[in-house]
């Protein structure tokens, strides 16, 4: 089964995330700041996909990002956000960069539940194809 972790501060968002992630089937864990994200995915299983808001309240999503890529070089990431990315603050646009283009992808809030879910399904198949249970 498809682990996917959700890094998401507005705690109703990130209810209807995992909501409609689990529908589709994944494993879906969903904490609301990078504290508890590192924390996290110290101990927890293989995390095969990343859902990360890219404002935090105590840091940013794409730095969730850059670390989880460390200890997972192949995670593919999914960036949420209500500001557009050429609006994003200078570092993240710069470790946005630091990225491999094909790794990650954006979808722009608000979005339904559908465009979530085709997007990770999107994702998973272009950046590597999803572990079995």
């Known amino acids: 089964m498809t682990a996917i972790l959700v890094v998401e501060d507005d705690a109703a968002n990130r209810e209807v995330f995992l909501a409609a992630l689990r529908r589709k089937g994944f494993q879906v ?3 609301a700041s990078a504290k508890e994200a590192f924390a ?3 101990h927890h299983g ?3 996909l990343l859902i990360a808001d890219v404002l ?15 200890w997972n070089p192949n995670i593919p ?10 609006y994003w603050n200078e570092a993240d646009a710069r470790n946005l960069q630091a ?9 722009p809030k ?8 085709t997007k990770v399904g999107e994702l998973l198949t272009r950046v590597r194809l999803p572990r079995t249970a």
């Not at 990225?99 to 979808?107: H, I, K, N, V, W």
């Open 40 to 42: 996290l995915s110290r």
């Open 77 to 86: 990431i999914l960036f949420t956000s209500g500001t557009p990315i050429d």
């Open 99 to 107: 990225l491999p283009p094909d790794s990650f992808a954006f979808l």
């Open 56 to 70: 935090l309240p105590d840091g940013s999503g794409v730095d969730v990002a850059l670390r989880m890529r460390q």
């Open 110 to 117: 608000p979005f339904i539940c559908s465009a979530l879910t």
């Open 29 to 31: 864990t969903g904490v």
């Open 46 to 48: 293989p995390i095969d």
